[in-house]
Every structure is written in C-alpha cells, then in structure tokens.
T-cell receptor, first 114, second 113 residues
C-alpha cells in the first residue's frame, strides 16, 4: 500500500509571497488532515476534511491560509501572504473512515520564510 | 479544551537500558491515547495506542500504561536500541472523538551505543 505523498519536500520563500502544498492520501482514506509542526513542537491541526467537506477548520488562520479537497482525494494547502512565523513543517495525514483512529502521515513539506 | 503535557523533553539512555516518557492530559472524558514516533525528516508514525478501558498494553519492547484517575499515561521502551532514537509524541483526543487528537510537545530520545 502506497503511503501519503506530499510535495514539494522543501520550499523557501520570501515573506509576503504565496506558497502551495499538495497532498495525496492513501487510496480509500476518506479523512484527510493538515498539520503545522513548528520546530521543537508537536503537530498542530490546521484543518480536517471528510471526503470533500471540511469537518474542522477552527485552528486555520483563515486570513492567510486556505485549503481545498475538491474531488475528495488529493488536497492543497495555500498560504497567502506568508509571514516569518509560518516557517514550519506542514504534515498531511489520512485515515480510513471506518478504520479506527490510526492516522498515516506523509513526510511533510518544510517551509522556510525569509 | 484538551491540554497535553509531556516529560521529559529530552532523554538520553545507554543502549540496552529502559526509557520512560510520561504524559498528562486534562479532559477526564478522553478515551484514546496514541503514541507516535518521528524520525528525522519523516512524518510521525503510530507505534502503540491504548483505549481507556484497559490499563496496560504491550507490543514487544514497547508498552503503554494508563492511569485514568491521575490522568496520565506513559510509554515504556525496554532493551533500547540505537534505532529507537527519535522524537516521541503522545496525544489525546480533542473532545471525546478520537478522529482528532492534540499532540504533546514531544520527547527527543537518544540511545547511546
């Protein structure tokens, strides 16, 4: 079974620029999560999708962050405009709807904002 | 909401020794407690989890214990090996549903050969 795929793996941008991250979950996994992991901290949930609907986006800074999962499969997370404090690893995870609580994480995208 | 604390933040052990990491949570209704291992440059990977209806669960060299009264749970790794070196995160559910969890701040474990 292929794992969660994310791209790019690394991205360096200037502050105020925009950036987008892509995630392809494990086939058949209806639930998809985006996390932000700042260096030295645990992952923090930004948004949760179930199929193409948003379940929880209470921690997403909606003035600059947006995410979509239009066809209920892969997902894109965007930041516009980026701030220095957005420097972090952005992790995507997925879970089968009736498969228990285990989340499968991708390798993450490391974002550096200069 | 749920708050998860984790100690210690760093831990160094000699190969073959045991390692223990402890987490505390705030919501007494929490019912699911996973542990994730994150190696450098990789995403977290679930290594063991426990539901609130059991007090201990073991899987080879790793075990998790749960004390619901004290609201804490611990990860025990015995006979540590260099490949156990990683950052370990505990987590607890956000509200009573396990489909969203709050992660602790992590423990960086170094196993010295």
């Amino acid at each position: 079974e292929a794992g969660v795929a994310q791209s790019p793996r690394y991205k360096i941008i200037e502050k105020r620029q925009s950036v987008a991250f892509w995630c392809n979950p494990i086939s058949g996994h209806a639930t998809l999560y985006w996390y932000q992991q700042i260096l030295g901290q645990g992952p923090k949930l930004l948004i949760q999708f179930q199929n193409n609907g948003v379940v929880d986006d209470s921690q997403l800074p909606k003035d600059r962050f947006s995410a979509e999962r239009l066809k209920g499969v892969d997902s894109t997370l965007k930041i516009q405009p980026a701030k220095l404090e957005d420097s972090a690893v952005y992790l995507c995870a997925s879970r089968r709807l009736a498969g228990g609580p285990k989340q499968f994480f991708g390798p993450g995208t490391r974002l550096t904002v200069l | 909401g749920e708050n998860v604390e984790q100690h210690p933040s760093t831990l160094s052990v000699q190969e073959g020794d045991s390692a223990v990491i402890k987490c505390t949570y705030s919501d007494s209704a929490s019912n699911y407690f996973p542990w994730y291992k994150q190696e450098l440059g990789k995403g977290p990977q679930l290594i063991i989890d426990i539901r609130s209806n059991v007090g201990e669960k073991k899987d080879q060299r790793i075990a998790v214990t749960l004390n619901k009264t004290a609201k804490h749970f611990s990860l025990h790794i015995t006979e540590t090996q260099p490949e156990d070196s990683a950052v370990y995160f505990c987590a607890a559910p956000k509200k009573t549903s396990y489909d969203k969890v709050i992660f602790g701040p992590g423990t960086s474990l170094s196993v010295i050969p």
